[in-house]
């Protein structure tokens, strides 16, 4: 069974404080992502990666950046927080695209709610 | 730029009809399309997905069409039951040298009793 897991259910930092969410997969999914799910806005890009030290922007890496150091565990990391920071923040793991293989569906986390003040 | 749009933020099903989700997208170069259920305090699972070359796939009560002519594509739950009550994701991935997924807004779908 694929397990998704991330630091913390739940979690209140300050204005401008450093902010890290941490995410580990124990299927060695070679794809990783963090989400950010807003209402309205479902699910957005925030950042991925396909490989340990690899990363691509996604929709809204403006203010994340992430780690990617093993290849189980992926980082986001919120530089200085913001109130619009505020949300559900989600990882996934999938698969890798090789050669010849096709496609495979992600397995998320339980979501870190993530509120800054 | 939403290159997945799903327009419908709520779709109300008596239990036992069809329930039927859309979806749009604007990139004709997504790979494969799917569909995610999410209930409250958990992560999205996955439901089913669709290969881009196909135009029709089914997995017991859950049936997703494909229309690339028109970058459309639906979830059919038939019969609908009140478990089925979820929000429901659409979303479209491309080969990148990983695969990048976009997600649209999401549908909750409220089956009644």
């Known amino acids: 069974d694929v397990k998704v897991t991330q630091s913390s259910r739940y979690l209140v930092k300050r204005t401008g404080e450093k902010v890290f969410l941490e995410c580990v997969q124990d299927?060695?999914?070679?794809?990783m992502f963090w989400y950010r799910q807003d209402p309205g806005l479902g699910l957005r890009l925030i950042y991925f990666s396909y490989d340990v030290k690899m990363k691509e922007k996604g929709d809204i890496p403006e203010g994340y950046s992430v780690s990617r150091e093993k290849k189980e565990r992926f980082s986001l990391i919120l530089e200085s927080a913001s109130t619009n920071q505020t949300s559900m923040y989600l990882c996934a793991s999938s698969l890798g695209g090789g050669a010849g293989r096709g496609y495979t569906e992600a397995f998320f986390g339980q979501g870190t709610r993530l509120t800054v003040v | 730029d939403q290159q997945v749009k799903q327009n419908s933020p709520s779709l109300s099903v008596q239990e036992g009809r069809i329930s039927i989700l859309n979806c749009d997208y604007t990139n004709s170069m997504f790979d494969y399309f799917l569909w995610y259920k999410k209930y409250p305090a958990e992560g999205p699972t996955f439901l089913i997905s669709?290969?881009?070359?196909?135009d029709k796939n089914e997995d017991g009560r859950f049936t997703v069409f494909l229309n690339k002519s028109a970058k459309h594509l639906s979830l059919h739950i038939v019969p609908s039951q009140p478990g089925d009550s979820a929000v429901y994701f659409c979303?479209?991935?491309?080969?990148?040298?990983?695969?990048?997924?976009?997600f649209g807004a999401g549908t909750r779908l409220f089956v009644k009793a």
């Open positions: 669709i290969s881009s070359i196909k």
């Open positions: 979303a479209a991935t491309k080969n990148t040298g990983g695969f990048k997924t976009i």
């Open positions: 299927m060695d999914h070679e794809n």
